[in-house]
């Protein structure tokens, strides 16, 4: 990993390469932006959300997406894009190359890319859930069912904001509701800060997944 991310910086002073299509560079439509002075909107408010002192806690899955990202990014996508541009450049007036302008923006938004998962890599604080297994106390990576005082019901996991996915039912540990439930134990009521005013949530369920076995 280090040698790779070794390769990665020396390639941002040599930038060499050969390909033909810009259609050939997949398209990752959570980071891509218009200018090409933009940092990643997305991962900017991802840094920002973590508290202040505090570490920035992910489950084993959740760091091992990342890194399966920041290679597929370092080994594939780069590279596609360094030939497309080298190609591009070979064609004439650069200034009105599509080619090469769209290429030149889309590997400014790969590197961007790539120094933020590397920093997220370096920040991270791997947490396995599953040394709580059978614990029916609420800690980061459970998965909690509870019921509001209206009687709807849900089920949530708490995991780090660099993998929360709240169509999936995975929520942030820095959320107010992952607070609330924080240390509560199955059968527990406790009480939610909202904006229209505190809310009673009552804790039916805690699970957390079984180690993996050797």
């Not at 920035?56 to 990202?69: H, L, S, V």
Request: aromatic share 6%; charged share 30%; net charge negative.
């Amino acid at each position: 990993m280090i040698r790779k991310l070794a390769a990665w910086r020396a390639s941002r002073i040599t930038r060499t390469g050969a390909a033909h299509a810009v259609t050939m560079c997949r398209m990752n439509k959570a980071f891509v932006k218009e200018s090409d002075n933009d940092e990643d909107e997305d991962a900017l408010a991802l840094a920002e959300a973590i508290p202040a002192g505090a570490k920035n806690y992910i489950t084993p899955a959740g760091y091992q997406r990342i890194k399966d990202e920041l290679l597929q990014l370092i080994d594939v996508e780069r590279p596609e894009v360094v030939k497309v541009v080298h190609w591009a450049a070979s064609n004439g007036d650069r200034s009105e190359n599509g080619d090469y302008i769209y290429g030149k923006r889309r590997l400014r938004q790969i590197d961007g890319r790539i120094r933020f998962l590397t920093k997220r890599m370096d920040t991270a604080a791997v947490v396995d859930p599953s040394v709580h297994h059978g614990n029916d106390q609420i800690f980061f990576g459970a998965t909690v069912g509870y019921r509001t005082a209206a009687g709807d019901e849900h089920t949530v996991t708490i995991v780090g904001i660099d993998e929360l996915d709240p169509l999936k039912g995975k929520i942030s540990w820095v959320s107010p509701v992952a607070r609330a439930l924080t240390k509560a134990r199955e059968g527990d009521l406790i009480t939610l800060q909202t904006p229209l005013g505190p809310e009673e949530l009552e804790v039916l369920s805690v699970e957390y997944p079984p180690p993996a076995e050797d």
